[in-house]
């Protein structure tokens, strides 16, 4: 079969995975992976438990070009210059077979979101703009609901993690744990965090209580050693930081 000239796709374990599967796509892929890229993936002892999940993605180059109508299949066999191997913590249900498929539709935002936050790690955050981006592309993990994260970050404003979810509440509003958010950020050896939330509804403008949140983080980020140096609510493409005039 044809195969798309170039595209992304997952790095997935089948219901049916088994540790002789997992060898016969680790020596295909020590054979056709960069050094690089190979070190990316994980080990055996990391996804023997992931049966039907997607555990990392990359983008391909295929070496022929796909006949007009013609798709890639999931599961085809065949896979061509690999680069940009990232791995996921936090592995993303899905079917598909053990190996390296195309990515459906109805996962690529999902993935894309988990994949820009792998790549946000270790990233300095200088100013709110920054941070920004980093949240714009956790966002779509609360879905349409309302979620709360929290960016952990070192003496030198590098992100420690990807944004922590912290809370999950209900499409208008989220119940925030302060102490939830100390102790996430604190797991990870933060110096300075920034935390965020998104409003579903598109409209940023802080609320009293956002207002009243912040200075509550702020105040106990002084009391604990992890100071808050920002509050964002983003959506879409849309920001702001929450702060009294």
């Known amino acids: ?8 796709c997952a790095i997935s374990c089948s219901k ?8 016969r796509f680790v020596q295909w892929a020590s054979e056709n992976l960069s050094a690089e890229d190979f070190e990316r993936l994980p080990p055996w002892c990391d996804v023997k438990d992931w049966p039907g999940k997607i ?10 070009q ?7 299949n999931e599961g085809y066999p065949y896979w061509w210059d690999l680069s940009g191997v990232v791995s996921f913590d936090l592995q993303i249900p899905c079917r598909g077979n053990v ?5 459906p539709l109805s996962l690529s935002e999902q993935v894309t979101a988990a994949d820009l936050q792998e790549r946000s790690v270790g990233a300095v955050i200088a100013t709110a703009e920054d941070a920004a981006r980093v949240f714009r592309a956790a966002i779509p993990i609360a879905g349409k609901n309302e979620g709360f994260f929290v960016l952990p970050l070192d003496a030198d404003c ?8 912290v809370s999950l509440g209900e499409a208008s509003t ?9 102790s996430a950020a604190l797991q990870v050896g933060a110096k300075t965090i920034v935390v965020a939330h998104n409003h579903p509804s598109g409209d940023i403008t802080p609320s009293a209580q956002d207002y009243e949140l912040t200075d509550q983080l702020k105040w106990l980020g002084t009391k604990i ?12 493409e849309q920001w702001c930081v929450v702060e009294r005039n």
Do not use: N
Not at 55 to 64: K, L, M, N, P
Not at 174 to 182: A, C, L, Q, R
């Open 225 to 236: 050693g992890v100071e808050v140096l920002d509050h964002l609510i983003v959506s879409g």
């Open 174 to 182: 989220t119940t925030v744990d302060p102490s939830g958010v100390f």
């Open 158 to 165: 590098r992100a420690l993690a990807a944004p922590i979810l």
């Open 16 to 23: 049916s995975f088994c540790k002789e599967e997992f060898g």
């Open 99 to 103: 190996g390296m498929w195309q990515l």
């Open 1 to 8: 079969m044809p195969v798309p000239a170039k595209g992304r």
């Open 55 to 64: 555990v990392g993605v990359c983008d391909y180059a295929a070496r022929t």
């Open 66 to 72: 796909a006949a007009p109508g013609e798709s890639w």
